[in-house]
């Protein structure tokens, strides 16, 4: 595997690449970083990785500064897995000057759920993909980039900017990866005391049961939903839960679905000082 650090070093490691599959990360990475890796070698031509903490997508209370970095673990995880070019730029190397130029993603889909708690979150995500976009395709006649479903919300911004922007890349999904309980694997989990990760699977269980009591109720989901999702983030509140949302959205824009409609269920809640989020496609 070849480490390149500035833009320079990583277009001359793809300089003989004709279909780059990229895969972008903040590092810390577990199994599921690990699985889009593995979905990406057969997609491209040479299958590139990046880690970079980015500072634009973190609001000022955030956890920037302690987020986990673990640079020589991610390092022998990428290479064990056959990946064949880490792109690690530092910030100047990113970032060369103020980054006055941003990409707004369309208020409809990117102020609501994560948006509306964490306002100007998916500016410094789509600022952030578009840069390493052109660093990483520029030239290409194409490219395949992989992002997981864990971040749902995450990935259908990032297909809208690539569809809008007529990018020559392929946005491709893989499936949230879990641990053996069913916990969504994140990089905020190292976070969670030993009673908090034990405690931490209700957050899934409680976004299950909202999806069956939706699926229940289907045939008049617009009348019911409002008291389902208020039942549910009242089942996670008295667990000692901070919940932000619990909701059942239809998948292909996230707004408030109607029957029939393809439904995803989504939520994100605190756990003392650490915030999860989940979804399930039902």
Sequence with gaps: MRIVHTLSELRQALAPAQHPAFVPTMGNLHAGHIALITQAQPLGDCTVASIFV???QFLP??????????????CAQLQAAGCDVLFAPREHDLYPEPQAVKVHADPALADILEGHFRPGFFTGVSTVVMKLFMAVFAGKAQG????????YQQ?????????????????????????????????????????????????????????RDALAAANALEAHLPALEAQAMASLSQRGWQPDYLTVRRRHDLQTPKAGDALVVLGAARLGSTRLIDNFEI
């Excluded at 209370?61 to 991610?74: A, N, V």
């Design 155 to 211: 990935l259908m911004v990032i297909r809208q900017m690539v569809r809008q922007f007529a990018l020559p890349i392929t946005i491709e999904s893989g499936e949230t990866r879990r641990a053996a309980d069913g916990l969504a694997l994140s990089s905020r989990n190292g976070y969670l005391s030993e009673a908090e990760r034990a405690e931490a699977l209700h957050l899934s269980l409680t976004l299950r049961a909202l999806g």
């Design 54 to 56: 980015n500072r634009l």
């Design 61 to 74: 209370h955030e956890d920037f500064d302690s987020y986990p970095r673990t640079w020589e673990c991610d």
């Design 144 to 151: 395949t980039a992989v992002f997981g479903k864990k971040d």
